[in-house]
């Protein structure tokens, strides 16, 4: 039986344009940019071309643009390079980013002697710009660094991230926001945000894995993480992985013009999930918030009972792919993070479940069939 695959926020199935160019550069354009030859030249013209395509589409010019291996490694680059270059001392998060944010400011906090703060968490696990306010206001300094997600990868949730950079500015903070949940989802027009720096991953969107974009918005160049060769005017070393960046290219194009279709799919897909769920289910816990979320992401809390212990691999073994959220390691589950900092969290088993464009309705109404089964 085919699988269904509903881990889109996690990787998405490459698009069949996104193979096709890359296995063409793979075979014809192999050369490495660096070299002078025209094997090489074609290469890096590919590289630059991609780049401007990318540039052109999300508001940015090329100068402003540097490509790495991942969202991961362009985190790390980021926070580096602003405590290195901007002499950032304080850096100002939420409890719910992603564990390359988290994680990376845990592992320099003491290297580098940082304060690190957490903005709080509302009720419908929206995080709370207000309070940023009173964080920054506490803050006043130009050693201030501001790092937010725009849409959450567990819960789908929205952060204004317009009204977060104008905060910022008022208070002469820096922002770095993880976007790499809102390409094909939020209009990403990077000129017209406050932003000093935004990360965007190419496998979130249909592209392939192992490559992501750094967006830098400075006059000055930052501290690179990656030191060798001049690659990336000299912002991340080591040989440009061309055939993926070409692929990235072609599904930031695609995702850009499948924008309003794509939000109505994700949309038709939700709503039916929800509508399924809540009608079969008196004690489900809705954990993404429907008024301010990415169409993309549904995340519901089932009630803790013998039947949801282990509930992921049930339907693992009904063919249906889903995520719970929860960060396994050593073969234990953890809660998530990002469900603990939800006032319900100890009542439930979260699901994360995820669209693409190539979900059906037919997908969507077998899956809650099949839950339904397993779990009356
Ligand atoms: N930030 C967010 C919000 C993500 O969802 C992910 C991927 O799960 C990352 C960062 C890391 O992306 P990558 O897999 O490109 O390192």
Not at 7 to 21: K, M
Not at 268 to 297: A, C, H, W, Y
Not at 347 to 366: A, G, H
Request: net charge neutral; charged share 15%.
């Amino acid at each position: 039986m085919k699988k269904i695959y509903l881990d889109n926020a996690a990787t998405r199935l490459p698009l069949a344009s996104v193979i096709e160019t890359m296995s063409r550069y793979m075979h014809q354009h192999f050369g490495n940019p660096s070299s002078i030859h025209s094997i090489g030249r074609d290469a890096s013209v590919a590289v630059e071309k991609s780049r401007k395509k990318i540039a052109d589409m999300i508001g940015a010019s090329t100068s402003q643009l540097f490509f790495t291996s991942s969202a991961t490694e362009s985190i790390n680059t980021a926070i580096l390079g602003a405590i290195l270059s901007w002499n950032i001392k304080t850096f100002i998060t939420s409890p719910i980013e992603h564990p390359a944010v988290l994680q990376t400011l845990t592992f320099y906090k003491n290297i580098f002697h940082l304060e690190i703060k957490y903005i709080a968490i509302n009720s419908n696990g929206q995080i709370d710009v207000d309070s940023l306010e009173n964080v920054l206001s506490a803050n006043k300094n130009d050693s201030t660094c501001v790092i937010l997600m725009q849409v959450n990868n567990e819960l789908g949730n929205i952060t204004d991230i317009q009204q977060a950079g104008n905060l910022c500015k008022q208070y002469n903070a820096k922002l770095i926001c993880d976007m790499v949940q809102s390409m094909g989802i939020c209009d990403v027009v990077l000129s017209t945000l406050p932003l000093d720096i935004a990360i965007f991953s190419a496998h979130k969107i249909g592209g392939p894995k192992g490559v992501g974009l750094l967006y830098i918005n400075s006059e000055k160049p930052i501290a690179p993480l990656l030191h060798g060769g001049s690659q990336e005017r000299n912002m991340r070393a080591g040989t440009e992985n061309v055939a993926a960046i070409v692929g990235f290219a072609e599904a930031v194009e695609w995702s850009f013009k499948n924008i309003s279709s794509t939000i109505t799919h994700f949309s038709t897909l939700r709503n039916m999930l929800l509508q399924e769920l809540q009608q079969g289910f008196r004690d489900i816990i809705v954990n993404t918030d429907i008024t301010k979320s990415s169409p993309k992401i549904l995340n519901i809390g089932f009630p803790v009972n013998t039947k949801t212990e282990m509930l992921l691999y049930h339907l693992d073994i009904e063919n249906i792919c889903v995520s719970s959220g929860s960060a396994c390691s050593s073969g234990t589950h953890v809660m998530s993070h990002v469900i603990q900092h939800l006032p319900t969290n100890m009542q439930q088993v979260p699901l994360r479940f995820s669209f693409s464009e190539d979900n059906t309705l037919e997908e969507i109404k077998y899956t809650a069939d099949v839950l339904k089964r397993i779990l009356r």
